[in-house]
């Protein structure tokens, strides 16, 4: 089903590109079409590999792999984009990653935002629990001048940024009960990713939360060493978490981002056209991401269900409860951002959009 949908998505990209494309006065001659056909295959690929942390089926994986081949086909044979999943290249440590690229030992990275927290605490401020009222939301925020500074962050630690994507809203899964207001996290040993804007969160909702590296989490919920975990609605599909998890909430409780970065030594080799093609397609990406994220996320929750997961949606009161203790939470979550200014403007933005 999702790659279907995904082949329609791409499809619609295609035509709207060629409908942008507009027409030439006049066609080449045959002789001018062999010269350029020759003249393309004489040139030798550059290959790039492009890394993601999660499974091919996941949204970042199916993402990564129509960025890659757009890249192939619009650059005529000159790139030859691979892309590797589940981490294999860093070992899954995500916080590897983005040093490894550093270091040349990736060409291209999709990453959440979370992760370059490690680098820059700044980036917490898009963790924020119920800082966004929709994706759209989100997505104008990542477009808006007033993040920039963290994507000049992401330059100064010697990445290429390309572009941000968005990322579905985060979902809870567990075994104990359905989770709908702040106090059903209670008990509940929660795996959360190392990052302390989670931390901190989860455990003043009642939770024991619990960081783990995301390729334990499987084992750890088989083996009830954990009762949950959260992420979208993709990841615990494309995991398969279905087959050890009972019961998936629609707490949606943070919307991050994806990081798009590359080796600026691995850019700055590249022809001046080919440095655009990769620049202006990592952009182009964000919509086709969110049509796709917008198309296949309630597909994923259908297909759990019909796995025998039961799946829940917050009340309004259920929801206010969980913002309220987020905002609760405001002053310490500022010092984890250790950034008042990007705080101040993060915050004024998300209570006008």
Same mark, same amino acid.
């Given at each position: ?119 820059? &605490? =700044?980036? %917490?401020? $898009? ?12 997505? #104008?925020? @990542? ?105 998936? &909430? =629609?707490? %949606?409780? $943070? ?12 850019? #700055?080799? @590249? ?83």
């Amino acid at each position: 089903m999702k790659r279907i949908i995904a082949l329609a998505l791409t499809l619609m990209m295609v035509l709207s590109l060629a409908a942008c494309g507009g027409k030439s006065d006049s066609a080449p001659s045959d002789s001018a079409s062999s010269d350029a056909s020759s003249s393309t295959a004489d040139v030798k690929a550059v290959k790039l590999n492009l890394s993601v942390p999660d499974a091919e089926s996941s949204s970042i994986g199916v993402a990564a792999a129509e960025f890659a081949k757009e890249l192939n086909e619009k650059s005529e044979g000159r790139l030859d984009v691979k892309v590797y999943y589940n981490g294999e290249l860093y070992g899954g440590d995500a916080t590897a990653a983005v040093t490894t690229m550093q270091d040349g030992g990736l060409d291209m990275l999709c990453l959440a935002t979370m992760w370059y927290a490690s680098f820059d &605490s =700044a980036f %917490n401020v $898009i963790n924020t629990p119920y800082l966004f009222s929709s994706i759209d939301a989100a997505r #104008a925020y @990542l477009n808006d001048p007033v993040s920039q500074p963290l994507w000049d962050a992401v330059e100064g630690m010697g990445v290429k940024f390309l572009a941000a994507w968005t990322r579905s809203f985060r979902m809870t899964t567990n075994n104990i009960r359905p989770i709908t207001c702040p106090d059903d996290f209670k008990g509940i040993k929660l795996r959360t990713p190392g990052n302390q804007m989670y931390l901190t969160f989860f455990n003043a909702c009642g939770a024991s939360a619990t960081p783990m590296s995301f390729s334990e989490v499987y084992t750890a919920l088989q083996t009830n060493t954990i009762d949950g975990q959260e992420n979208p609605a993709d990841v615990p599909y494309s995991s398969s978490f279905y087959e050890v998890q009972k019961y998936i &909430s =629609a707490t %949606n409780h $943070i919307a991050e981002a994806w990081v798009v970065g590359m080796n600026p030594d691995k850019f #700055a080799s @590249l022809d001046e056209d080919l440095q655009t093609l990769i620049t202006e397609t990592a952009q182009e990406m964000q919509q086709w991401k969110l049509d796709y994220d917008n198309a296949t996320d309630q597909a994923d929750i259908d297909f759990m269900v019909e796995k025998g997961m039961e799946y829940n949606e917050l009340d309004e009161a259920g929801f206010a409860a969980f913002q309220e203790v987020s905002k609760s939470l405001y002053p310490e979550f500022q010092k984890i951002v250790d950034n008042d200014d990007l705080w101040n403007s993060t915050i004024e933005f998300a209570a006008n959009h």
